[in-house]
């Protein structure tokens, strides 16, 4: 197999496990991170089982941004998708959350996989910085493969998290 092939195989195993659930790691934190707390509504929209693929997007406040792509059939049922902040007293033992989103209604399964982007400020490194989610106060965590952006003299990180349901998402870089 040659170089190129075996890398797009293993970033491909890798893709399906974590989407699947099958890949990520779970701690399962030893004092449940805080769900509650303020937050910020940034993106609202109503979908049904027969809504057109969707892209919500929006800008945080911290300047980070957020991309949530909902294929064709991804929500079964007629349903309003919110996309908030995180609550600002969210720690986890694994590092420093760098960024990312509470979607609602939290438990919702989806359809058809999804994907979750989020550009955040800075450089993150690979191997340093994983995907979370956090459901029934369980922290998943889970490779990703990150990218990075100069935009006007300023650096970003961007990491694209599959989904096959709702809750807290992120990313977090130790």
Same mark, same amino acid.
Not at 52 to 69: C, G
Not at 88 to 102: I, K, Q, S
Not at 139 to 146: A, F, G, M, R
């Given at each position: 197999?040659?170089?190129?092939?075996?890398?797009?195989? *293993?970033?491909?195993?890798?893709?399906?496990? *974590? %989407?699947?659930?099958? $890949?990520?790691?779970?701690?399962?934190?030893?004092? #449940?991170?805080?769900?509650?707390?303020?937050?910020?509504?940034?993106?609202?929209?109503? !979908?049904?089982?027969?809504?057109?693929?969707?892209? @919500?997007?929006?800008? !945080? #406040? =911290?300047?980070?941004?957020? =991309?949530?792509?909902? #294929?064709?059939? %991804?929500?079964?049922?007629? +349903?309003?998708?919110?996309?908030?902040?995180?609550?600002?007293?969210?720690?986890?033992?694994?590092?420093?959350?760098?960024?990312?989103?509470?979607?609602? /209604? =939290? $438990? @919702?399964?989806?359809?058809?996989?999804?994907? @979750?982007?989020?550009?955040?400020?800075?450089?993150?490194?690979?191997?340093?910085?994983? $995907?979370? *989610?956090?459901?029934?106060?369980?922290?998943?965590?889970? /490779?990703?493969?990150?990218? &990075?952006?100069?935009?006007? $003299?300023? *650096?970003?990180? +961007?990491?694209?998290?599959?989904?096959?349901?709702?809750?807290? &998402?992120?990313?977090?870089?130790?």
């Amino acid at each position: 197999m040659n170089r190129p092939l075996s890398w797009l195989c *293993a970033t491909a195993l890798l893709l399906g496990l *974590a %989407a699947c659930g099958g $890949g990520s790691l779970d701690a399962g934190s030893p004092q #449940p991170p805080p769900t509650g707390g303020p937050t910020e509504v940034v993106a609202r929209q109503g !979908l049904d089982e027969d809504s057109p693929a969707t892209s @919500l997007q929006a800008t !945080l #406040p =911290d300047d980070s941004s957020v =991309d949530l792509y909902l #294929p064709q059939y %991804a929500v079964r049922e007629r +349903t309003e998708v919110t996309v908030s902040t995180l609550p600002a007293a969210l720690t986890l033992p694994t590092g420093t959350v760098a960024g990312g989103v509470r979607l609602q /209604p =939290d $438990g @919702l399964k989806l359809g058809n996989a999804s994907v @979750l982007t989020l550009r955040v400020k800075g450089t993150l490194e690979q191997g340093k910085t994983l $995907g979370f *989610a956090i459901h029934g106060g369980t922290v998943t965590y889970h /490779p990703v493969k990150v990218r &990075h952006q100069d935009v006007n $003299g300023v *650096a970003y990180t +961007t990491v694209d998290l599959p989904l096959l349901g709702f809750s807290d &998402h992120g990313i977090v870089s130790n």
